[in-house]
Every structure is written in structure tokens, then in C-alpha cells.
């Protein structure tokens, strides 16, 4: 099926119907696209990536093919300009069809927004702005033309993920570029990516490393020093394939920075909805899991006998808490990412940790009543859902705004204003 095909599909009903939600016109087009190539080709393929564990790369090929892999690349670069609510809407479509894709999809798009609309909106000098500006270009080109892919190793195994300490992961200026020496676990797309958008710390000579040093340094998987190792076996998420980034003083022209020296440091202070972009994928989730439910309970899935359980005053009742559930979640997360944007108010954060909170755990409790509701037959294998519940159990446990980390920033932020104590 080739892309004018996708037109003639028969898509599902959209996740934000673009006139309740008010979409503009760009973002229920893009929407709409990724409920087509999502019901015509990731949902057909999803059960295999997830059962081998392989990196869904077919799916990757459609999405350059389609323009989505450059989504977030500006109009004039090449791209389809899509800023920061645009794309998770279109996200959530994508998760809905296959959790792994959007997931990962997440890790590359973010290389365009964080050094896109997201820088725009920060502060630098001037050279220092027309150097990244210079930068990006070249960054997005690889996208556009090549289909590049990039991932986005933060996590360590301690604290700096959570934001709480620098990355142990080294940068060391050296005569045109850096030296990178770091082990990064969970690295998505391990083998598959073309760039790894590394989160690493400038080494200073005589000086302590701290969290402003962070740099943001796309590796080259074919750089010497960049190795992969371990075993990729999980619950959930399999396609992702994110295993062990090992980088052993990889070189690294200073053109790779994909922010300059002080921007992502900025950026997670002012710019903090930029740590809500996995919530898109489990958004999804929870959406697939309710549409399943009810098709299973009319007797409309495939395959799955004659009976019509909807009959059952117990089966109806579960469903409108799934209802219920899923609108409380829809509505406070389109607000959050609604409210995106450079220095947020207080209430704005909070409610993005709240609904950040709410998409990741609801959507592995809505899986769980799926199962409960639809009964036996509902969790075998041939069916999407059990794919559907492991894959929804992952979204609480993503640094830096893991489940337990957003309640932890809710009381705190809530009860403390900036610099207050009880001493
Ligand atoms: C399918 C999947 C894909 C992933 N893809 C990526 C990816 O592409 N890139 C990436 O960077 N990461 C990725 N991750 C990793 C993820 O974001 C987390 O970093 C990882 O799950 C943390 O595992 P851990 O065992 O180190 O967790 P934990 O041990 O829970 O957390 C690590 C450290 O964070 C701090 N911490 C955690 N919770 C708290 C708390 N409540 N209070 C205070 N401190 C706390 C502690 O210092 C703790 O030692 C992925 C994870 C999964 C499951």
C-alpha cells in the first residue's frame, strides 16, 4: 500500500476530535495520518516486533516515507513544523496502533524539539544562536534526505536521570569537538538508531561536574568507542530494544551538539513540559485498551465466538469506569500539553506532573480492567490486549517523571514555594 493508499482507509475515530478539541487544521491532519498509517501498517506488525523483540524498523521506513519521522523539523527545513502539542497528539494516535513505535518515536522527535521550538524560546548570545541555528540545519537535513534516527540516552541506573545529581557520562573538550566516555542502560533503539542524542556532562578541568555542564551531543552510532551490549528481554515495550551504551573515548565534531553549552540545563528549568513527551505513547495505550474492550464486548473481534458479553449489567458498569477514567485522563493531559511552554506558571507544572502521573498509571489500570471485564478468552496472546496491559506497565517507571517522582514534586511544590523552609 503505498501513501496515497493510506487515504482509503477506514480510520478509527480520532482520539481528540479536532472540533471539540479545537484542534487547528495542521494538527488534525497530522492526527489523521497517523491514525491511517497506524491501523494499515504498525497495528499488522506489532504483535512480531513484540514477540521477537526487534526494533520495529518497516515501521520506521513509513514514518520518513510519510514525513512524520521529520515531524518536528521546521517548514522551511524540509519538515512538517509540528510544535510541541501537534506532535503528541499525533503521538497518542501512533501509541494507540503500536506502543513501541511511539515510544521511541518519542526518543528521536525530541532531537527537533528540544533543539527547535524549545531553544527558540531560550536564551543565548547571539553567535552562540546563529552557531546552533547553523547546527540544527545540518541536524535536520540528516533527517529529511537520510531518514536518520536518533535516540535519546539519559538514563545512568542512578540519580541523574531523576535529575537530582550530573551525568556521569563525560564530555572533554578537546581540538574541535569532545571525548565522550559514559555506559548508558535502557538506550531505546540500541542498533538501530543512526545518532544517539547523548545527555553527558563537560568535564573542567579543576572544577566539580554540576547539572549546568549538561550537553546534548548526538553520537554517531558508527563512531569508534560506541558499542552495544546486553540482553534485550523485557515485560513490556520489546520493540524498543533498549539495551547498554557503551561509549569509550568517542570522538565527536563539535558540530554534533544538538544544544549549546547551557541550554538543556536551561531548558529543564524553564521548558519543564519537555519531560512529558513519553506520556503521548501510554495516552494511546489507554485508548486501544478501551476501544478493544467495547469491540470485544459486541462480539466484533475477530475470532472471538459468538457470544456478546454486553449483556451483563457487570460488564456495562466496568466499562463506563473505564469511560469515566479515560476522559478524566484525555481532558487533563490536552490541557497540560496545552499549556506547554517557556516558564509555565506553578499551577501549569504541577498540573503537568498530575497529568503526567494520570496517563502512566491509569493506562496500566484501564489494561487491568480490560482483562477483568472482557474475562478468559481476552488475554491470549492472538489478541492485542495482553500486548497492550505488559506495555502500559512501563509508563510509571520513566525517568525523570517517573509515577512516584511526579507525587513527590506535587506535595513538595505544592506545600514549599521556591527557597522556603521550616527552620
Ligand atoms: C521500555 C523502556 C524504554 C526505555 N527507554 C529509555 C531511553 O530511550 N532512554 C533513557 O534514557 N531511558 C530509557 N528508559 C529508562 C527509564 O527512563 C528509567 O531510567 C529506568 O526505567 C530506570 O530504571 P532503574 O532501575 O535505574 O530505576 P530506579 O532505580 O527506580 O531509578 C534510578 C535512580 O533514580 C532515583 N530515583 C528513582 N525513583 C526515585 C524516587 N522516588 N525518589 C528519589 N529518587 C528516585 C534514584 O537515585 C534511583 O537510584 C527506558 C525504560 C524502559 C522500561
Redo the contacts with the bound molecule.
Keep these: 500500500m503505498n501513501v496515497m493508499d493510506l487515504d482509503q482507509i477506514d480510520v478509527d475515530a480520532p482520539i481528540f476530535d479536532p472540533s471539540a478539541f479545537r484542534l487547528d487544521e495542521a494538527e488534525a491532519e497530522l492526527n489523521a495520518l497517523a491514525r491511517r498509517i497506524g491501523k494499515a501498517r504498525f497495528a499488522p506488525r506489532a504483535a512480531r516486533y513484540d514477540r521477537d523483540a526487534t526494533f520495529p524498523t518497516e515501521n520506521y521506513k513509513d514514518l520518513h516515507e510519510t514525513g512524520l519521522l521529520a515531524i518536528s523539523v521546521p517548514k522551511e527545513h524540509g519538515g512538517l513544523g509540528a510544535g510541541f502539542r501537534a506532535y503528541a497528539t499525533t503521538a497518542a494516535e501512533i501509541g494507540r496502533y503500536c506502543g513501541a513505535t511511539a515510544?521511541?518515536w518519542n526518543?528521536h522527535v525530541c532531537s527537533c524539539l528540544w533543539s527547535g521550538p524549545l531553544s527558540d524560546d531560550l536564551d543565548m548570545d547571539e553567535e552562540t544562536r546563529a552557531t546552533h541555528l547553523r547546527r540544527r540545519a545540518k541536524h535536520y537535513e540528516r533527517i529529511v534526505r537520510d531518514g536518520a534516527i536518533f535516540?535519546?540516552?539519559?538514563?545512568e541506573?542512578?540519580?541523574a536521570?531523576?535529575g537530582?545529581v550530573p551525568f556521569s557520562t563525560s564530555a572533554k573538550r578537546v581540538d574541535g569537538g569532545w571525548i565522550i566516555n559514559g555506559k548508558?542502560?535502557?538506550?531505546?533503539?540500541s542498533g538501530a538508531a543512526d545518532y544517539y542524542g547523548v545527555l553527558c556532562g563537560e568535564m573542567k578541568s579543576g572544577e566539580r561536574p554540576s547539572r549546568k555542564d549538561t550537553m546534548y551531543i548526538a553520537v554517531p552510532a558508527t563512531a569508534e568507542g560506541v558499542e552495544v551490549v546486553g540482553e534485550w528481554d523485557?515485560l513490556?515495550?520489546r520493540g524498543?530494544v533498549?539495551r547498554t551504551l557503551l561509549l569509550k573515548d568517542v570522538f565527536v565534531e563539535d558540530d554534533q551538539a544538538l544544544m549549546p553549552r547551557g541550554v538543556y540545563y536551561q531548558a529543564a528549568a524553564r521548558w519543564p513540559h519537555m519531560f512529558m513527551t513519553l506520556s503521548p505513547t501510554y495516552l494511546g495505550i489507554a485508548q486501544a485498551v478501551f476501544d478493544f474492550t467495547v469491540r470485544y464486548l459486541r462480539g466484533e473481534i475477530p475470532g472471538t465466538g459468538p457470544e456478546k458479553r454486553r449483556k451483563f449489567p457487570t460488564k456495562q458498569i466496568a466499562v463506563a469506569q473505564m469511560f469515566v477514567m479515560l476522559q478524566q485522563t484525555k481532558a487533563l493531559w490536552f490541557q497540560a500539553v496545552s499549556e506547554a511552554r517557556a516558564d509555565p506558571t506553578k499551577e501549569q507544572v504541577l498540573r503537568a506532573y498530575a497529568a503526567q502521573y494520570t496517563v502512566m498509571e491509569n493506562a496500566n489500570e484501564l489494561a487491568q480492567l480490560a482483562i477483568r471485564t472482557c474475562g478468559g478468552q481476552s488475554m491470549l496472546k492472538s489478541l492485542p490486549l495482553e500486548r497492550l496491559y505488559r506495555d502500559s506497565r512501563?509508563g510509571s517507571?520513566?525517568?525523570p517523571w517517573?509515577a512516584?517522582?511526579c507525587l513527590?514534586r506535587i506535595g513538595r511544590e505544592a506545600l514549599y514555594n521556591p527557597g522556603e523552609t521550616d527552620d
Design positions: 515510544l521511541t526518543m535516540a535519546q540516552p539519559f538514563s541506573g542512578g540519580a536521570a531523576a537530582v548508558k542502560i535502557f538506550a531505546s533503539l523485557p513490556g515495550m524498543t533498549s512501563c517507571l520513566m525517568l517517573t512516584e517522582l513527590d
